[in-house]
């Protein structure tokens, strides 16, 4: 397959400044200690992102930094935002882009989903675009139509040769933080069908080359099995990010 495995902690407005670094610092020894095969990145809330890149660089670098969020304009009269030179400027490496939180409680459109893809690719770092549906638009049979709907509006305008620095994180919004988690077979049938609307995009190879990360309630008891499954590239984790042993336990399952 030739993918390496990518585990991105997400930790959303979680910790406080010594939880957060406390946690990082926890991360990063236990990845330099066992160096997995994973490639591994946390994303803490915007204003601990300075401590918590010191917390990473001082134990390494093995483990890299990413922002959970990002203003698709440069800089200027926009209250409240984070751009992606900002971000880079903190030693940011990996930008989320159209969580599902983003989309469907703070109602970010698939416009701006797209502006902020293209500034983050833009700016030479790298994007997490995440896709995924609604259960009332997987009762309705409408999984594969809107996953390939938020790829292909996400991508839009975005060059070739900027895909390689892109993850796609397929994330079942029904299975986040209810406990809920799609069978091993949905998720891969979903991924199978993410990679083949990056095919239709970019062609075979870049579609082969791109990782495609679960983003639905990953655990230590299911990780394993959900990154056995041949498109299944890793993880972007939310509560069981939030402890040390949990996250490494699925990053220990990206051995593979």
Not at 172 to 189: F, H, S
Request: with cysteine; net charge neutral; charged share 20%.
């Amino acid at each position: 397959m030739g993918r390496r495995a990518f585990v991105a902690g997400n930790w959303k407005m979680n910790t406080d400044r010594a939880g957060a670094v406390a946690l990082a610092a926890a991360v990063a020894e236990a990845v330099a200690g066992e160096r997995p095969a994973a490639e591994v990145a946390v994303c803490p809330p915007f204003v601990y992102l300075d401590a918590v890149g010191q917390a990473l660089r001082a134990r390494g670098g093995a483990v890299a930094l990413g922002a959970q969020d990002v203003y698709d304009q440069e800089n200027g009269a926009f209250t409240g935002e984070v751009s992606a030179s900002m971000l880079k400027d903190l030693g940011v490496t990996w930008v989320i882009v159209g969580h599902s939180e983003r989309r469907h409680v703070i109602k970010e459109p698939d416009e701006l989903v797209n502006r902020k893809v293209r500034a983050v690719l833009g700016a030479g770092l790298g994007c997490i675009l995440c896709v995924g549906e609604t259960i009332q638009q997987r009762e309705g049979g409408m999984t594969d139509a809107v996953n390939a709907h938020q790829v292909r509006s996400g991508l839009a305008g975005v060059p070739a040769e900027q895909v390689g620095r892109l993850v796609i994180a397929y994330e079942p919004v029904w299975a986040i933080g209810t406990g809920r988690t799609a069978t091993p077979a949905d998720a891969q049938d979903a991924h199978r069908k993410i990679r083949a609307v990056l095919g239709d995009l970019y062609g075979p190879a870049a579609a082969g080359a791109t990782r495609i990360q679960y983003g639905g309630s990953m655990k230590p008891e299911n990780a394993a099995e959900l990154m056995k499954q041949p498109d299944v590239d890793g993880g972007l984790i939310g509560g069981a990010a939030l402890k040390a042993d949990s996250f490494m336990g699925i990053v220990r399952a990206g051995n593979r």
